[in-house]
């Protein structure tokens, strides 16, 4: 478990396709010291612990097909095909937009403009997932437990989060029209 703590003057950091643990921007008030813009993508995050998953001050967040395990508290958020079992607390909800993506419901949560997007009441449970664990089999992916407005709530049609451009739910969905196509007439798949 290690925190990814950005200090100095840092105009873009980009995590791509990457399991990291929670990613903060390290500078006190007043330091002149931040990041412009964090753009995660493909990616999950995780906090083991209370701390937010993500968290910074000034920084402009972009959250693309990700899967968040924790809290998101940042200055601004773009979220897209994205997943957060936490609750996200956006301070600017002026700017940004939560497309496409679920999050906890809670009572301190802010979001920016939301477009197709879901807050789950009672936040976002586990057996939603097939694995929690790193290193699990099945990892941050989608159970078939979870509801079917989450596994093809993607832009795409796809389930929300890391596991987007897999697009597995469209691949079982060809899978079964093959089936049923080639298959016997007393045959039926299942």
């Known amino acids: 478990y290690v925190a ?6 840092v105009e873009e950091r980009v995590i791509d396709r990457a399991i990291v643990g929670p990613v903060r921007e390290a500078s006190a008030a007043g330091d002149s010291c931040s990041i412009g813009r964090l753009t995660i993508r493909d990616s999950i ?18 959250l693309e097909r990700s899967t968040v395990f924790g809290d998101v508290d940042v200055d601004r958020l773009e979220a897209s095909d994205s997943l957060i079992q936490g609750v996200v607390r956006v301070v600017d909800n002026q700017h940004g937009c ?26 976002v449970p586990n057996h939603w997932f097939v694995a929690r664990r790193f290193g699990n089999a099945g990892y941050a992916q989608l159970s078939e437990t979870c509801p079917e407005s989450i596994r093809r709530g993607g832009e795409n049609g796809a389930e929300m989060g890391a596991f987007n451009r897999v697009i597995d739910a469209i691949r079982r969905d060809d899978v079964r029209i093959k089936l049923d196509e080639y298959a016997p007439i007393s045959v039926i798949a299942d």
């Not at 497309?99 to 807050?119: G, M, N, V, W």
Request: charged share 15%; glycine share 8%; proline share 4%.
């Open 98 to 123: 939560f497309r496409f993506s679920a999050a906890a419901a809670d009572e301190t949560a802010r979001l920016p403009r939301q477009y197709q997007s879901q807050l789950v009441a009672g936040g």
């Open 4 to 9: 990814l703590g950005v200090r100095g003057q």
């Open 45 to 62: 995050v995780q906090s083991l612990t209370d701390a937010p998953a993500i968290s910074t001050r000034v920084a402009a967040v972009a």
